[in-house]
Nanobody, 124 residues
Framework: QVPLVESGGGLVQAGGSLRLSCATL????????VGWFRQAPGKEREFVAA????????YYADSVKGRFTMSRGNAKNTVYLQMNSLKPEDTAVYYC?????????????????WGQGTQVTVSS
């Protein structure tokens, strides 16, 4: 198991920014790809962004491209999602997930380990 913990969610006005963090507890995921997903009430979980274990490759959903940036910390045990120009439609619970195969997948089936999620609410 790779326990993941998200943090950094909260309430922000439209146009504002938040930075989400995803960290492991007691075990490295430095060789894993990490993805961010989100789920709004009544909707399916959707892909947001992913980063390779090296941090050299990233991939974003069209809905967040140019506004969100994913990065890894120097020790590669923490992953960040910088969210700028937030919109009300970005409101959701955000989950991070880890993939030991480093595939930069875009579906939940591509990831083996998941965090509990952090709420992001963007007011208009």
């Amino acid at each position: 198991q790779v326990p993941l913990v998200e943090s950094g969610g909260g309430l922000v006005q439209a146009g504002g920014s938040l930075r989400l963090s995803c960290a492991t507890l007691g075990r490295t995921f430095s060789t894993y790809a990490v993805g961010w997903f989100r789920q709004a009430p009544g909707k399916e979980r959707e892909f947001v962004a992913a980063i390779s274990w090296s941090g050299d490759n990233t991939y974003y959903a069209d809905s967040v491209k140019g506004r969100f940036t994913m990065s890894r910390g120097n020790a590669k045990n923490t992953v960040y999602l910088q969210m700028n120009s937030l919109k009300p439609e970005d409101t959701a619970v955000y989950y991070c997930a880890a993939d030991p195969r480093d595939n930069l997948g875009t579906t939940h089936l591509d990831y083996d380990y998941w965090g509990q999620g952090t709420q992001v609410t963007v007011s208009s």
